[in-house]
């Protein structure tokens, strides 16, 4: 079960990364604008959960920082999903991190 529960977040991990990119490529601009922002977004993205969150990294977290460091990328990734005009995938998004970053608490598995 914690092997399914960890590949779903870890899918989830992905699908905020590209969430971000999907916003970033379908704003109202330029496409220099458009460039920058689809892949500077995933990008400041991954570099926050490289240095907080990854299991190897860079700056190790007291369990509830680490948490809520998570829990500000997943949302930033469903507002931003929310923004480029879909807010039901969004949502989803953020309850799905939600719902499976409390199975894994509950099956003992570190924050």
Same mark, same amino acid.
């Given at each position: 079960?914690? !092997?399914?529960?960890? =590949? ?9 990364? %590209?969430? #971000? ?6 704003? @109202?601009?330029? $496409? ?22 990854? &299991?190897? +990294?860079?700056?190790?977290?007291? @369990? ?7 829990? +500000?990328?997943?949302?930033? %990734? ?6 480029? %005009?879909? !807010?039901? &995938? =969004?949502? #989803?998004?953020? !309850?799905? $991190?939600? !719902? @499976? ?6 099956? %003992?598995?570190?924050?």
């Amino acid at each position: 079960m914690t !092997a399914l529960l960890l =590949g779903v977040i870890f899918l989830l991990e992905l699908a905020v990364l %590209g969430s #971000a990119g999907y916003w970033g490529f379908t704003l @109202d601009a330029g $496409w220099p604008l458009r460039l920058l922002a689809g892949l500077g977004a995933p990008l400041v993205i991954a570099v926050v959960w490289g240095l907080f969150c990854s &299991p190897r +990294a860079t700056v190790t977290l007291p @369990d509830p920082a680490k948490l809520a460091v998570q829990a +500000a990328c997943f949302l930033t %990734g469903g507002v931003l999903l929310a923004l480029a %005009g879909h !807010a039901v &995938p =969004g949502v #989803a998004l953020v !309850a799905l $991190w939600a !719902a @499976d970053k409390t199975a894994l608490t509950l099956t %003992g598995n570190p924050i």
